[in-house]
């Protein structure tokens, strides 16, 4: 009875794993097919990977992917740290508000951010384009900067920053030699973090981008309006395996981090 | 005579409009090992943070050497602290938290490096430089923010509670070494504390503090023998305090009794305060007491016995070596310079009008 059990609760798990990934498995799979078939299994081939890197338009986006997503990972890093730094220093009753309205965002559907992004930068008259995908993905970067750093100014001990100061330090010197090396696990947690989503996201690049700027979220859709290449498969893949990898990086650094604070 | 280091004038402060500290006027003298005593919320830790410069007082001025330092952050005030939970930075080990402040003022690394084993010697950690400071124990930790705090030559150094978190045994070998550590130092502590134990230990002076006012500043024999108020005497040691009239000078009575004492200066037949502590009451059979009363407990305490005598009109606490059997009548004798009178303090009706 005990191992029927067993197996049961074995078997749900593997039933539910299976409903979320078998779509993702096919995908990897047809990426490696030699037969151009969405049906047919035509021997392993590399072709889609090798089509895929010589593809100029692809290539593109993947350059305008990396420059996005380093830059507004960096910029939200530091503009977060210091917004979680003065929201810290904040009394209780205006930090709980500002903390709540900080993380409506992350709370926010997508496509309602993107829409008024676009709609705020047409009205302001700033060009879609780069830029203003930028300032986009800075946008909903920082909350989850915010979000990773603040637990770890908790934990501090509340008289570090006045120690420093006391032994000489002015305050922005106090910031940088006591404060950010206590909080740094979480600014980098963050940064990462923020990295993953701005390759993640696909709705609001897709308002706020411009003509010819695409990513690689959104060259994938345009090309696949006109037809599903097996050569999507191979870029799907991709973009899914550095972000698998990129959480298991972020869930590695927190398990440490707590269990750091737990001994 | 001793030189005056710090001054507070007419300092006051409040929070959110709820005022912590009344109006404090205090002198601390160079190489003084001052103590703020009082229960939570008298205003201690406020007035040390103002003096670290952690604060700017609401009203009054804050002296330093004859200069007004109100508005100096703390950065440059000649003033160190430790902290309450010490307030290490576990990012740094034992060494570079004690060269935290002289890396800060950009001391030659030779100067650094002699200063920091000076200081670790001063405090008995030699050894410990390469230490993790999350490894060590809470007295290894209080003893490297002390070392910390002197090793950029403070003229003052401040101390919130800092023994606090310790265990028993390690806080009476720390009194007796943060006072050897003072002498050695050669400089003013500024000690803030809610332990009475503590305070008349260590203390040169001794400041008690209640509901952000100061009752008495002294020595600590003035605060233990002579308390000016009943507050005073209440929070230091224990005390048995109940009501009496000052018929003329060395005239009292109380407990249904009149008694010789040693204080004057009473208005003819003034309601006061008399304060006994325990140990001065001595128990004798009753025939020979001056009053009398009924054993109603008694408690093993180590040193001595805490009995408590109720004598219909008021309840006693005496100390003494030799026991007395509950339910039995005891008489109590008193010499006349046990007793204490105080003048009916405002704090203590106050108290009793909350």
């Given at each position: 009875m005990k191992r029927f059990v067993k197996g049961m609760k074995g078997a749900y798990s593997a039933l539910i794993f299976l409903f979320l990934y078998a779509p993702i498995a096919v995908m990897i799979t047809f990426s490696f097919n030699a037969s151009k078939s969405r049906g047919t299994w035509g021997g392993f081939s590399l072709k889609w990977y090798i089509e895929l890197f010589g593809d100029a338009r692809i290539m593109q986006a993947l350059g305008n992917t990396l420059f996005i997503a380093i830059t507004a990972a960096l910029l939200a890093t530091i503009i977060g740290t210091a917004a979680a730094i003065g929201i810290n220093a904040m009394r209780r009753v205006p930090q709980g508000i500002v903390m709540n309205v900080s993380y409506l965002p992350v709370l926010n559907a997508d496509i309602v951010t993107g829409v008024s992004l676009l709609i705020l930068f047409v009205s302001v008259g700033i060009p879609l384009g780069r830029i203003s995908l930028l300032l986009a993905h800075m946008t909903f970067n920082i909350p989850y900067v915010i979000l990773s750093v603040m637990p770890k100014l908790k934990q501090m001990n509340k008289h570090a920053y006045e120690a420093a100061l006391d032994l000489g330090c002015t305050p922005l010197s106090a910031i940088v030699k006591v404060v950010l090396p206590e909080i740094m696990p979480g600014v980098v947690t963050g940064a990462i973090l923020a990295f993953t989503l701005s390759i993640d996201d696909f709705v609001i690049s897709f308002f706020t981008t411009g003509a010819g700027v695409g990513t690689l979220s959104t060259e994938i859709y345009s090309q696949v309006r006109r037809g599903v290449k097996p050569s999507m498969n191979a870029l799907s893949a991709i973009m899914f395996v550095v972000v698998l990898i990129l959480l298991i990086v972020i869930n590695i650094r927190s398990s440490k981090d707590n269990r750091q604070a737990s001994k | 005579m001793a030189k005056e280091l710090i001054r507070l004038e007419k300092v006051s402060m409040a929070y959110d409009g709820e005022e912590v500290l009344k109006s404090i006027d205090l002198t601390i003298n160079d190489k003084e090992f001052l103590t703020l005593l009082g229960p939570s919320g008298c205003g201690k830790t406020t007035t040390l943070r103002i003096i670290g410069g952690f604060e700017t007082p609401k009203s009054g001025n804050v002296y330093f050497d004859g200069v007004r330092i109100n508005d100096v952050p703390p950065y440059k005030r000649r003033v160190n602290t430790v902290f309450q939970r010490y307030a290490l930075f576990p990012h740094l080990n034992v060494a570079e938290n004690v060269a935290f402040g002289l890396r800060v003022a950009k001391r030659p690394k030779k100067e650094i490096n002699e200063r920091v084993s000076e200081m670790l010697a001063l405090v008995g950690l030699?050894?410990?430089?390469?230490?993790?400071?999350?490894?060590?124990s809470g007295g290894q930790q209080q003893r490297v923010a002390i070392a910390r705090a002197l090793a950029v030559g403070p003229e003052v150094l401040l101390l919130d509670e800092p023994l606090g978190a310790l265990d028993l045994k390690l806080r009476k070998d720390m009194q007796t070494e943060l006072k050897r550590i003072q002498q050695q130092a050669g400089i003013t502590f500024i000690y803030v504390t809610h332990d009475q134990e503590e305070a008349l230990t260590m203390s040169d002076t001794v400041v008690v503090m209640n509901e952000g006012t100061i009752q008495q500043i002294g020595t600590p024999i003035d605060i233990y023998n002579e308390p000016q108020n009943a507050f005073v005497a209440d929070f230091i040691g224990e005390s048995n305090i109940v009501d009496g009239v000052m018929h003329h000078d060395f005239d009292v009575s109380f407990a249904g009794g009149r008694f010789v004492c040693v204080d004057k200066g009473f208005a003819k037949d003034e309601p006061v305060d008399v304060v006994i502590r325990p140990e001065d009451i001595d128990c004798v059979p009753e025939s020979e007491g001056m009053w009398s009363g009924t054993v109603e407990s008694i408690v093993f305490k180590g040193v001595h016995y805490e009995i408590l005598v109720d004598s219909g009109d008021a309840r006693w606490m005496i100390h003494s070596t030799d026991p007395q059997t509950p339910g039995s009548r005891v008489g109590m004798k008193i010499t006349p310079d046990d007793i204490h009178i105080m003048h009916k303090s405002d704090a203590k009706v106050w108290e009793e009008e909350k």
């Amino acid at each position: 009875m005990k191992r029927f059990v067993k197996g049961m609760k074995g078997a749900y798990s593997a039933l539910i794993f299976l409903f979320l990934y078998a779509p993702i498995a096919v995908m990897i799979t047809f990426s490696f097919n030699a037969s151009k078939s969405r049906g047919t299994w035509g021997g392993f081939s590399l072709k889609w990977y090798i089509e895929l890197f010589g593809d100029a338009r692809i290539m593109q986006a993947l350059g305008n992917t990396l420059f996005i997503a380093i830059t507004a990972a960096l910029l939200a890093t530091i503009i977060g740290t210091a917004a979680a730094i003065g929201i810290n220093a904040m009394r209780r009753v205006p930090q709980g508000i500002v903390m709540n309205v900080s993380y409506l965002p992350v709370l926010n559907a997508d496509i309602v951010t993107g829409v008024s992004l676009l709609i705020l930068f047409v009205s302001v008259g700033i060009p879609l384009g780069r830029i203003s995908l930028l300032l986009a993905h800075m946008t909903f970067n920082i909350p989850y900067v915010i979000l990773s750093v603040m637990p770890k100014l908790k934990q501090m001990n509340k008289h570090a920053y006045e120690a420093a100061l006391d032994l000489g330090c002015t305050p922005l010197s106090a910031i940088v030699k006591v404060v950010l090396p206590e909080i740094m696990p979480g600014v980098v947690t963050g940064a990462i973090l923020a990295f993953t989503l701005s390759i993640d996201d696909f709705v609001i690049s897709f308002f706020t981008t411009g003509a010819g700027v695409g990513t690689l979220s959104t060259e994938i859709y345009s090309q696949v309006r006109r037809g599903v290449k097996p050569s999507m498969n191979a870029l799907s893949a991709i973009m899914f395996v550095v972000v698998l990898i990129l959480l298991i990086v972020i869930n590695i650094r927190s398990s440490k981090d707590n269990r750091q604070a737990s001994k | 005579m001793a030189k005056e280091l710090i001054r507070l004038e007419k300092v006051s402060m409040a929070y959110d409009g709820e005022e912590v500290l009344k109006s404090i006027d205090l002198t601390i003298n160079d190489k003084e090992f001052l103590t703020l005593l009082g229960p939570s919320g008298c205003g201690k830790t406020t007035t040390l943070r103002i003096i670290g410069g952690f604060e700017t007082p609401k009203s009054g001025n804050v002296y330093f050497d004859g200069v007004r330092i109100n508005d100096v952050p703390p950065y440059k005030r000649r003033v160190n602290t430790v902290f309450q939970r010490y307030a290490l930075f576990p990012h740094l080990n034992v060494a570079e938290n004690v060269a935290f402040g002289l890396r800060v003022a950009k001391r030659p690394k030779k100067e650094i490096n002699e200063r920091v084993s000076e200081m670790l010697a001063l405090v008995g950690l030699r050894g410990y430089e390469h230490r993790d400071v999350s490894q060590l124990s809470g007295g290894q930790q209080q003893r490297v923010a002390i070392a910390r705090a002197l090793a950029v030559g403070p003229e003052v150094l401040l101390l919130d509670e800092p023994l606090g978190a310790l265990d028993l045994k390690l806080r009476k070998d720390m009194q007796t070494e943060l006072k050897r550590i003072q002498q050695q130092a050669g400089i003013t502590f500024i000690y803030v504390t809610h332990d009475q134990e503590e305070a008349l230990t260590m203390s040169d002076t001794v400041v008690v503090m209640n509901e952000g006012t100061i009752q008495q500043i002294g020595t600590p024999i003035d605060i233990y023998n002579e308390p000016q108020n009943a507050f005073v005497a209440d929070f230091i040691g224990e005390s048995n305090i109940v009501d009496g009239v000052m018929h003329h000078d060395f005239d009292v009575s109380f407990a249904g009794g009149r008694f010789v004492c040693v204080d004057k200066g009473f208005a003819k037949d003034e309601p006061v305060d008399v304060v006994i502590r325990p140990e001065d009451i001595d128990c004798v059979p009753e025939s020979e007491g001056m009053w009398s009363g009924t054993v109603e407990s008694i408690v093993f305490k180590g040193v001595h016995y805490e009995i408590l005598v109720d004598s219909g009109d008021a309840r006693w606490m005496i100390h003494s070596t030799d026991p007395q059997t509950p339910g039995s009548r005891v008489g109590m004798k008193i010499t006349p310079d046990d007793i204490h009178i105080m003048h009916k303090s405002d704090a203590k009706v106050w108290e009793e009008e909350k």
